[in-house]
Each structure stands twice: as C-alpha cells, then as structure tokens.
C-alpha cells in the first residue's frame, strides 16, 4: 500500500513538473510598425524573437495580407528547410536571412511597386514553448514631378462679383498624394466663401501615382497688380515630408482710373521755339484708357497717350488738356500741364547792313536781340572774336578797321537758343596799296611770271598797270574785291629786264608801286661756251705740244712761225645757233671770214 502511494505522488510531481514547464516556457516576437521604401527600391522587414525553451526547434513563416484582407503565407522554415511558396505575388522577388536557428529573421522584397503596400506578418512557432507573430506595414512612396504653375492671361478685373481664376498649378505623379497650398505675398489662402475659392482636382494614373491640379479663384483687389502668386506642393517621403514651391507668377489687373499725369516728355527742361514737343499722358487705371487731347481749347489729333507739337513758337504757350474715358462707367478723368516757349528774337543792328566812315572817326554799333531770357552778345571779324558786349566801339577808323563785323546773341541758358546779324564798315581815303613781299625778282628769260597788287580804299580803288617794256601789255588774270580794297593779279613774260607798275585810284587820291625784274640768261648756251673755251685751250695745249716736238715746220727753216696766219693753219669753227655768221678761230685766236678760209676747218702739216 506504501509502495502505490509513493508511486502515484512522483508521478503527481512529475505532472506537476510538466504543467509549471509548460507555463513557463514563451515565444515573443517584435517587429517594426511600419517600413518605408521608395518606388523600386528593395525593402528589408526584420522579425526579432526569443524562444524559452528549445530554441533549435522553431518554425518561421512569413504571411501577408491581400488587398481583400485575405492572409496568404508566403515563406516556410524551420532548421531543415527554408521555402517560398509558389504562385504567389512575392514569388520571385522575396528572399528570408536566417532561419529557427538564430533570433532575427529578415524578409528581403525587391524591386518594391505600389502593389507591394501591405501588412506582412512574421510567425514563430516554439513548439512546446507556443507560437507568437508579429505585424509589419509596408509603405512605399513616390516624388512627384517638380510642380507646373500658369497663371491667366488675360486681365482680371476688380469689378467682378464672383472671384475670378487666378492660376493653376500641377503636381504630377506622385505618391502617396502629394497636397498644394496656394500662397500669395508668402501668406497661405484658405477657401473663403466669397472671396478665396481652391478647387482641387486628383487623378490616379494607370501606374497607381496621383496628379493633383488646384485652381485658384480670387476676387482681387487694386493692390493684386504687385502681388506674387506661388504654390507649394508637399508630399511624403521616408521618414518625414517634403516641400517644392512653384515659380512666382504676376498677374494684371484690371482697376478703373482716378487721376492722370501729364507732363513734357521731350524735350527735356526748356523749349524753345522750333523744338518739336512731345506730351504724354497716363492714367492711374489699367488698361489704359482712350485720351483726347486739348490746346488751348482746341482738340488735337495725338497717337494712343502721346501729342506731338512740331516746330513750336511763343503762340504755342498756354494749357494742355488729356481727358480720359472709362469705358466700363463712361465716366472722364482730366489732368493738364502749362507749356512755356522761350524765344530768341533776330538781331538788331545799329548801323545796319553798311557803314562808310571817313579816316580818323568813331562809330559805335550796337547789337540786341529781345528773348524771353537773359542774353550774352560777342562780336567776330575774321571768326575773331574782337568785342564783348551789346555794343562795338570804333576809333580813329584806319583801313585795317574796314570788313564785316559780326554780332552773334546767345542764351546761355538754353542750348541751340542764338542769333546773328552783320555789319561791313567802310573807311573813306585814297589808296593804300599793301607793299609787296617781292618787289625785286629774278626770272629766266622765256619765262612768265604774275604780279599781285592789293590796293585797299574806299570808293574801291581802280588799279591800271603799264611796264617799261612798251612792246609788252600787261595781261590781268585775276580780278577780285576784297572787304578792304581790291585785289589784281597780272601775268608777265620775261624777255629781257622790266619794270612792271601797278598803279591805284579813286576820288581821293592815287598810290602805286613797282616791280624790277631781272632776266636771267639761258642755261644751255651757257653751258656751250663753257665746252667751247675748254676746247680751245685743250687745242692749244696739243698745237703747242708739237710745235716744241718740231712736227710742225716754220718759216723757210720748215718751221712755221706760229704767230703768223697761215692758208694751212689749224682753225676751228664756231657756231651759234643765234647767228647765221660763222667765225673762225686761227691758233692765234686771230678771226677769219668762211670766205678768207674757203672750204678749210682744219688741217695740220707734217
């Protein structure tokens, strides 16, 4: 009886030991909530877990969950084996790193797509120990394309009731959906009834990836002409969110006009008479609108804001008007400028045109022109300035005083703004004529030379020429006035020496002066007679060569005197082209006729 008591409790331990083995011995698995991965990318999804008891016997497999909330396994492994199911999504693109052995298991998915985005669930089975899985989210995001913003075209009017479309703007292909927030000034608008409408458009492409299109209604204001229009589209990525904003855009605005400004665009600062003068207008408003505009009193045909004024004078001074018409309300908007000329008139002279005065008198002219301004006289002779002043004083009047004077008046003020007049001063007296810087010449003969005589007086002087040479009358080839006298130019041919006289008249008395011109021999026949006596000394030199050898005989001895004429003596003949004679030289330098010669030039006895 002993025996079977003892027997029953260590079996009763025994049990006991199993049940308190069994309710100690756990699996616990952890797993991340959720990861992240881009379109394409590979993902990596770890299951981490302890087993109790008998850690070398686990079992892992790997479930998902469809779309239909449908749980499909899709790995098997234990220490002897590692499967992946067949014929499922995940076939060919999942691997698993590790097995029951080790406490972390990783299911590798490659080339994740959108169809990818699920719950996969990691089972550990302890056997003895129990089974325990975990949970993981799949999430996979796209960037979208870089946003598209394009604002309206046309003007947007303040006067509208309901607010008009301002823009829209375009987020393509992103996921998950990308969000777009218009901002005007950097300051967001939200949907307000009335004022501020958003209307978002969202389509999913084929590829599972979302557009989203947003317009933007605004009722705008007069101050929208300056404002800068933006969207920012934001969009989720791995591990946080992200922000692209859209260039800015401008839009025009249409507002009516309140008020205009008128003013001279050319030319710029005075206008003087002549100017061609340009005015514009513009309107507060936009668009602008039609203008008429007015000259004192008058409408003037003008180009859209623009009034042309050409060749303007003093009668153009006064008021003018630029009306503007709303075409929306019809109602006008004025605005005006003043136009001032300023005018220069022409010069006043006293005396006028020409003056006579006689020799040793005064004159005071004067020059004013009447200008708007105030003006500055100069007065030029020559382009010279001589004077300085409305007024120009002459005394004790020479001939150097006589020419014209010129006055010219400006406004120094004004640019362009000038005017001129002329004064020819005459001085009365007899000839003066200017002497000559050659009054002595030399010139070969043959030769034609001209004279000049200037002869300065008023009346203007009259100039006649004669020479010493009465055979030769003087001819003149030039003839001309000057601002003091007169100018007279003669050509003369030189023959032999002359004198050449110009003589000058008028009421008042006479003056002339002479010019001496020596002739010049010709250099030719110079040079001939050169040649000549060289020849006859070169001559002599040989005929008294021989006369010392005895070549020569003289006399009865068979020597000749060499002093005495001889029918047989050496003679040379010399011509010159100016005379028909012919003269021959005996050695003696005696001359002999050609017809005490005869036929004979030269000949020399033995």
Known sequence: M???????MFVGLFLLSLAWKAA??????????RVEVFLGDTAQITCMFTVSD????????????????????????????????????????????????SSEVVLTIRDVTLEDELEFICQVNGLSAGNEEGHTMLKVFESPAHPIIEGVHSGISVSNKNPSKI?????????????????????????????????????????????????????????????????EVSYLVPGGTKMTETNKINIT???????????VESPKGRVKEGDTVEVHCRADGNPQPPFTFMHNMEEMKSELNVLVLKDVTRLSNGNITCTALDLDTYEETQGNTELFVDYLDLAILIPKDTHVMAQGEELMATCNALSSLPTHTEWFKKGEKVAEGHTLILKDAVFDMMGTYVCVVKVPSLEGLETSGSLHVLVQGPPEIKESADTVLEESTEKSLNLSCHARGYPTPVITWSSSDESQILKEVSHRQTEDGVLSVVRVKVTSDITAYCNASND?????????????GSGVIIAVIIICI????????????????????????????????????????????????????????????????GDKYMDVQK
């Open 508 to 520: 008042h008395g006479t003056d002339s002066i002479s010019f001496s011109i020596k002739a010049k």
């Open 54 to 101: 008998s850690p070398d016997d686990v079992i892992i497999q790997w479930y998902m969950i469809t779309k239909t909330n449908v749980r499909l396994r899709i790995y098997y492994g234990d220490s002897t084996m590692q499967v992946v199911d067949q014929g499922g999504q995940f076939t060919d693109k999942i691997s698993v790193n590790g097995n029951g052995k």
């Open 534 to 597: 060289l020849l006859l000394a070169i001559l002599g030199s040989v005929m008294y060569f021989l006369y010392k050898k005895g070549k020569i005989p003289c006399g009865r001895s068979g020597k000749q005197d060499l002093t005495k004429p001889n029918k047989d003596s050496i003679v040379v003949e010399m011509k010159n082209d100016n005379t028909e004679e012919a003269v021959l030289l005996g050695v003696n330098g005696d001359k002999k006729s050609p017809s005490d010669q």
């Open 167 to 231: 823009g829209s703007c375009e987020a393509k292909n992103g996921y998950p959906r990308p969000n777009i927030t218009w901002y005007r000034n950097q300051s967001p608008l939200q949907n307000t009834p009335g004022k501020v409408s958003v209307v978002t458009l969202v389509t999913k492409e084929s590829s599972g990836l979302y557009t989203v299109q947003s317009d933007l209604h605004l009722n705008v204001v007069k101050e929208d002409k300056d404002s800068l229009f933006y969207c």
């Open 253 to 263: 605005v249409h507002y009516p006009t309140t008020s205009l400004d008128v003013w």
């Open 2 to 8: 002993a025996l079977r008591m003892n027997a029953s």
């Open 24 to 33: 100690w011995a756990k699996v616990k698995v952890n797993m991340e909530d």
